[in-house]
């Protein structure tokens, strides 16, 4: 089978090929039941867990934590300067298994970040899933390009849609575990990252987390989408963004198969009116200003979480979830490109203190230092209550930043579900 790519969304064309996909499901419905079976025995153990325990903190490193994806094939002069421009520390970077033959075009692209934190996340083929001596060897060529470059490496994507041609989790493990084997034999420095699952369907992450595969995963990655909830506060099966990230982490501590580092190497909301880029129906996707609105509270709610190492948006360029419209051979910035450069500026450095929810107003709070040794307090706030709020700010100590970098004057501020970065200069207070 060969991946029938949609250029307009960046992924695999669903298949549908009725024949096709019943004989898929009949070559793997062993692969299956061992799954069924797997969850449960082991579902309701991380549910407990998860329930009885609190998550295992981690110290949330600002520096590391924003992340963006690149791609080669997306206006790649331009793309570095406005990764200059955004002052990006962290990207993310894919290399497709089924253009192996062309990786040099990919390592001279990684070249130009080569001072940047790069994750490389190798998309898988089906000649590779089914061909493991081929994929030995082409992860060879990978490993030994890029790891002057780097040492992480996201190993599969998106493993439990079968249009991205892996077709069951015992599928994926066996794919895994010729990176995994690789990397213990001949590239002892690499960080292997995986099992890649997309959206909040923990039962496949389940399978690649208890089974009798000798695999481990140094950080545990996830294309953990929340956009057809709509806001990142919304809920799933009783669960926000907050609440599916400590679950998984209590899936992380009981299995001897993954580190508790979680890194969410893809999300994003699809934005109306731009089918085909849209990668979903038009009933999932949101206007420019929701768009822009999500991304920061997406992130500041992931950091909140004290569970994740890193969120990389998906992606930078990309008429219908990016931060840019390419169409019509111009760049274009969407609103979500301006609150991406204002959140970075305000907290990349910055040191999360905490988050406190009163009433829908959402007030997490970070210590940054500035200019003159001088420390601030920087309060992010937004309300997911449609009645605006209002907060008092002192002008003599305090200053306003919007989400689109303009600064307000006022001393009574609305808050609404825009967040709003207000700055209070903690040296002054303490005098």
Known sequence: MKLD??????????IKDRGLKKQIYK?????????????????????????????????ANTDEF???????????EQTLALVDDLNIKNLLIRIPLSDIENIEKYVEFAKQYQSKNLLINILQDRRHVEDRALLETSLTQVFTQFSSLTNRFQLGNAINRKKWAIFSMDEFLRFYKVGFDLRNEKFPEIKLLGSSVIDFEYYFSIRTLFNSYKVHFDQFSSLLYVDRRGAP???????????????????????????????????NWPISNTAPYAPTSENDCVDLEAHANFLVRYYLLALASNVVKNVYWHQ????GYGLIDNRNDELIKYPAYQSFKVM???????????????????????????????????????????NEKIIDVNPETQSLVLRDGRKSN?????ISESPVYLKTNTNHNNK
């Not at 797997?38 to 998550?55: D, K, R």
């Not at 924003?66 to 790649?76: E, Q």
């Not at 006022?410 to 609305?414: A, E, P, Q, W």
């Open 27 to 59: 070559q793997v419905r062993w692969d299956s039941f061992k799954m069924l079976l797997t969850n449960a025995v082991m579902y309701p153990l991380c549910l407990i867990n998860y329930l009885l325990f609190p998550a295992n903190k981690i110290a």
């Open 66 to 76: 924003f992340g963006m994806s690149i791609n080669l094939d997306k206006n790649p």
């Open 5 to 14: 790519w949609d250029h307009y969304s960046d992924q695999p064309h669903v």
């Open 316 to 319: 930078l360029i990309a008429p």
């Open 344 to 386: 970075l500026n305000e907290l990349q450095g910055a040191i999360y203190q905490d988050i406190t929810i009163d009433d829908n107003m959402y007030t997490a709070k970070f210590s940054k230092s500035v200019e003159g040794g001088n420390n601030q307090l920087i309060e992010v706030i937004w309300s997911t209550n449609i």
């Open 410 to 414: 006022g001393n009574n501020v609305k």
């Open 233 to 267: 506060e919304n809920t799933q099966m009783g669960l926000d963004l907050t609440k599916k990230l400590h679950l998984m982490q209590a899936m992380l501590r009981i299995s001897h198969k993954s580190s508790n580092e979680i890194v969410i190497t893809e999300t």
